[in-house]
């Protein structure tokens, strides 16, 4: 007979070793989690890590086209944020071929849409309730590419294009490089809240860039880019001429790797 309990249940022996039919309650079960069911949610809570199955599953050679077999959805979603990234630098290589605008604009467009996956590739994951053995490396080399190497091939393209220009674009490359790294490496260490999520940002979250997108997005509008750049050259015609206003990405590249910087994660 069924158990009119919700809960588990288990029988008593009695002293004869003869099984009671009756049966008591025990602890109810403890319910199942659920995750919010929207893309949108603004839950961050972390996933459990992938299980020893999953590791079996991209590191055996009894499973054919593992790699692409064992991807999830995110990291199909994160791969497009990679995509939008790479489009955004054709997009700059055109424009410097054609110096045609709509292709400069075509190029901040992709750069935001990188974002728009980026947002929703975690989301995602949560809605499937399904943590990625290469999601957090996945993610990392698209921001890498989208929020790093994509605008300073926009601001190459509308005209920071001097020794120094590139050279503090490098710059801010290889900081927004190793911000990526360093999260990889020091994430299970920063401090945590009751749901198990970092407590705050170590350094200036590398999206942050989309700042410095939305400024040379203003700037195309205006035409002031080229030979029109806000501030002009300084040194022009001389060694180490540079514009002024590249050192904006000086700064955010310092923000990217500073350690004492801490901002609270909402």
């Given at each position: 007979m069924a158990s009119p309990y919700p809960f588990n249940t288990t029988t008593?022996?009695?002293?004869?070793?003869?099984?009671?039919?009756?049966e008591i309650p025990l602890e109810p079960s403890p319910p199942l989690s659920r995750r919010p069911s929207s893309i949108f949610s603004i839950d961050t809570t972390p996933l459990a890590p992938p299980n020893d199955t999953d590791i079996q599953k991209f590191t055996s050679d009894d499973y054919?086209?593992?790699m692409i077999r064992n991807l999830h959805l995110a990291d199909y979603i994160t791969m497009l944020n990679g995509f939008s990234g790479f489009y955004s630098i054709i997009s700059c290589l055109r424009?410097?071929?054609?110096?045609?605008?709509h292709y400069v604009?075509?190029?901040?467009f992709f750069i935001f849409l990188g974002m728009c996956f980026d947002f929703l590739d975690g989301r995602v994951a949560r809605l499937r309730n399904r943590s990625s053995l290469m999601g957090q490396e996945l993610d990392s080399l698209a921001d890498l590419v989208s929020f790093g190497v994509a605008p300073a091939s926009v601001a190459f393209a509308i005209g920071f294009r001097t020794t120094i220009d590139v050279v503090i674009l490098s710059f801010f490359v290889l900081c927004g490089l190793t911000?990526?790294?360093?999260f990889n490496v020091t994430v299970n260490q920063l401090p945590k809240d009751t749901t198990g999520k970092s407590k705050y940002f170590e350094g200036l979250p590398i999206p942050t860039s989309l700042l410095l997108v939305l400024g040379m997005a203003l700037m195309v509008h205006y035409d002031h880019i080229?030979?029109?750049?806000?501030?002009?050259l300084i040194r022009d015609?001389?060694?180490?001429e540079f514009h002024p206003i590249i050192l904006l990405f000086f700064i955010h590249g310092c923000g990217l790797i500073s350690k004492s910087l801490k901002i609270p994660k909402l």
């Amino acid at each position: 007979m069924a158990s009119p309990y919700p809960f588990n249940t288990t029988t008593i022996t009695n002293n004869n070793n003869e099984m009671s039919p009756e049966e008591i309650p025990l602890e109810p079960s403890p319910p199942l989690s659920r995750r919010p069911s929207s893309i949108f949610s603004i839950d961050t809570t972390p996933l459990a890590p992938p299980n020893d199955t999953d590791i079996q599953k991209f590191t055996s050679d009894d499973y054919h086209f593992n790699m692409i077999r064992n991807l999830h959805l995110a990291d199909y979603i994160t791969m497009l944020n990679g995509f939008s990234g790479f489009y955004s630098i054709i997009s700059c290589l055109r424009f410097t071929l054609t110096d045609k605008p709509h292709y400069v604009q075509r190029a901040h467009f992709f750069i935001f849409l990188g974002m728009c996956f980026d947002f929703l590739d975690g989301r995602v994951a949560r809605l499937r309730n399904r943590s990625s053995l290469m999601g957090q490396e996945l993610d990392s080399l698209a921001d890498l590419v989208s929020f790093g190497v994509a605008p300073a091939s926009v601001a190459f393209a509308i005209g920071f294009r001097t020794t120094i220009d590139v050279v503090i674009l490098s710059f801010f490359v290889l900081c927004g490089l190793t911000r990526l790294a360093r999260f990889n490496v020091t994430v299970n260490q920063l401090p945590k809240d009751t749901t198990g999520k970092s407590k705050y940002f170590e350094g200036l979250p590398i999206p942050t860039s989309l700042l410095l997108v939305l400024g040379m997005a203003l700037m195309v509008h205006y035409d002031h880019i080229l030979d029109n750049i806000p501030l002009g050259l300084i040194r022009d015609g001389k060694v180490f001429e540079f514009h002024p206003i590249i050192l904006l990405f000086f700064i955010h590249g310092c923000g990217l790797i500073s350690k004492s910087l801490k901002i609270p994660k909402l």
